[in-house]
């Protein structure tokens, strides 16, 4: 088997002298609520009624407006949580997870949020994500989200319980 063409790009990878930055984290919430209340909030239309200044364009979903498989929409640079890009859901099984790909000009990530019903009550919710640079400018855009995720792992949570336990968003 000639493997020559295949070597060659293999080998460019290798000798690139520009490192494209990858960051890798997680964080969890947890409630008291149930599941057929919570995993509804994960949509990229119910996010506006928790999140401050969400915005959303759905531009396909086969569940009407509401997260599926194979949905695709977009945010723009207001939003207050996970900035603008466009977005493909590439999983989806209901009550259990959602995930996503966010492209943007710069970066690509790679969300997924594992829920998991407790039995006492309560639901988990655990965010995994990989935010990987494509550009060099995305290496600044992985810095960025790196100080931002810190606040943001500990205030989705905050939104998620404000909007559970008032049925409001909360005020920005």
């Given at each position: ?10 080998q460019?990878f290798?000798?690139?002298k ?11 919430g ?15 239309a119910?996010?506006?009624d928790?999140?401050?200044g ?30 603008s890009?466009f ?13 996503a790909l ?29 935010n990987?640079?494509?550009t ?11 100080d ?5 792992s ?19």
């Open positions: 088997m000639d493997k020559t063409e295949s070597k060659k790009i293999a460019a290798l000798n690139r520009e490192i494209l930055d990858r960051f890798q984290t997680s964080f969890s947890t409630w008291k609520t149930n599941m057929e209340d919570f995993f509804p909030l994960l949509c990229p119910r996010k506006a928790w999140i401050p969400w915005t959303a364009d759905i531009l396909y979903s086969v569940a009407e407006g509401l997260v599926s498989t194979n949905c695709l929409f977009q945010t723009n640079e207001t939003n207050t949580v996970w900035d890009g977005w493909y859901c590439i999983g989806y099984e209901k009550n259990k997870f959602v995930e966010r492209f943007n000009s710069h970066t690509i990530m790679q969300m997924r949020v594992a829920v998991k019903d407790n039995k006492d009550g309560t639901v988990t919710a655990t965010w995994h994500i990989l990987s640079a494509i060099k400018e995305g290496n600044q855009e992985i810095e960025e989200f790196k931002s995720i810190k606040k943001e500990g205030r989705i949570p905050l939104l998620i319980g404000h909007y559970l336990e008032t049925g409001r968003v909360m005020e920005k």
